[in-house]
């Protein structure tokens, strides 16, 4: 039938019709097909930087949905049923840290060294990860050239 109602052109006939339901409509629709959409390594790792999870709590969060902190269990990160319920698959944390060698490839350097951390009575000196790029210029340079290939930016 939409076939005929599309003449021939069923694909946008079935756009135009998922357009006019509502925001609710739409969503039920995807829940109940069954659809999951993959949110691709790149996306996740942007997300965990920008929610400024670690590693191991993120891998904690997809298991268990929740987040013990200090013995107490923190409700809000129920990020593996959230993402469940919305129809949404994150990738592997294995193909997250591959995109982010990717990204950082062999630019990131670390080494600890003594930094002074405030206590109720006075400091406290101690060893403390830091991180850092030895060659930035290098780094943005090598990245404008990769985003240059994919027409993202231009390199002038």
Not at 14 to 28: D, G, N, S, V, Y
Not at 43 to 59: E, F, H, T, Y
Not at 72 to 80: K, R
Not at 94 to 107: E, S, T, Y
């Amino acid at each position: 039938m939409r076939d005929l109602v599309s003449a021939g052109d069923a694909r946008s006939q079935l756009q135009a019709e998922i357009r006019h339901l509502t925001k609710e409509e739409r969503q039920r629709l995807l829940v109940d097909a069954g659809f999951t959409l993959d949110i691709p390594p790149g996306q996740g790792l942007a997300m965990k930087a920008d929610l400024g999870i670690p590693w191991n709590k993120l891998r904690t969060i997809r298991r268990q949905g929740y987040l013990h902190v200090q013995g107490t269990i923190i409700q809000g990160f129920e990020l593996h049923r959230w993402l469940k319920e919305w129809g949404l698959s994150m990738s592997s944390e294995k193909k997250q840290r591959v995109a982010a060698h990717q990204l950082i490839g062999d630019n990131l350097e670390a080494e600890s060294i003594p930094l002074t951390f405030p206590l109720k009575r006075g400091e406290e000196v101690r060893a403390a990860a830091v991180c850092y790029v030895p060659h930035m210029v290098d780094k943005v340079v090598s990245l404008l050239e990769e985003n240059e290939k994919y027409t993202l930016c231009m390199v002038l």
